[in-house]
Every structure is written in structure tokens, then in C-alpha cells.
């Protein structure tokens, strides 16, 4: 089992940063690649990025090409997002995720990602 905790979220005005945090425990080793995903309320859970565990390839949405970037520290089994030039549509609860199959990388897909973290709430105001 792979066990994610992801904070970091908050309230910023349109146009300001966040930094997001997912840290990751238990059998990180069979981790393959890690996703960020966000749901607003009403619509479905959206991809935001991935990146692979151990390596430098790297996907974006093309809502937020860009303005977010996605890195990993393997040294502290940790995963970030960070988000610049923030958007009002970019309130949503964000998740980080775990894939530990290496066929499917790159995947937009959510029901390919086998372990979630708890979300943590960006509110982005006008």
C-alpha cells in the first residue's frame, strides 16, 4: 500500500502562486509515476500533470500549461505543483495520485491511478 497526504492548498487572489505537497509512505517503491487531478464542484475530476517517480518526463493540461509545474524529490518521497498566474476556474479540490504501472504513462485517465491522497481545497478569488 502506498499512503499520500497532499497540503498546502488555501485562498490566494487571481494571479497569485500556491505551492501544493504530496508526500508519499509505505511501498513507495512500486510507484511509476505520479498524477495531479482537481475536481470543482458539479464536474468531474479533470487531470492537471504527471510526472514520472524517478525521472524527469513530464504532461500538463493544456488549462494549465505554462502556469503550473510539476517536480518530485525522491529524497523525501514528496511530489509538488506548483501553481502561478492563478485562475478564479482553477478552484477545485486537488488530489495527487499514484500509478505503479509503467504501461500506461502518460495517463490522463483517473481510474488508471491505483492510490489517492485526501485533497487538499485551492480557492482562487476574482
Known amino acids: 500500500q502506498v499512503q499520500l497526504v497532499e497540503s498546502g492548498g488555501g485562498l490566494v487572489q487571481a494571479g497569485g502562486s500556491l505551492r501544493l505537497s504530496c508526500a508519499a509512505s509505505?511501498?513507495?517503491?512500486?510507484?511509476?509515476?505520479m498524477g495531479w487531478f482537481r475536481q470543482a464542484p458539479g464536474k468531474e475530476r479533470e487531470f492537471v500533470s504527471t510526472i514520472k517517480w524517478s525521472g524527469s518526463s513530464t504532461y500538463y493540461a493544456d488549462s494549465v500549461k505554462g502556469r503550473f509545474t510539476i517536480s518530485r524529490d525522491n529524497a523525501k518521497n514528496t511530489v509538488y505543483l506548483q501553481m502561478n498566474s492563478l485562475k478564479p476556474e482553477d478552484t477545485a479540490v486537488y488530489y495527487c495520485a499514484a500509478d505503479r504501472s509503467s504501461s500506461r504513462y502518460p495517463t490522463d485517465d483517473p481510474y488508471e491511478y491505483d492510490y489517492w491522497g485526501q485533497g487538499t481545497q485551492v480557492t482562487v478569488s476574482s
Open positions: 509505505g511501498r513507495t517503491f512500486s510507484i511509476y509515476a
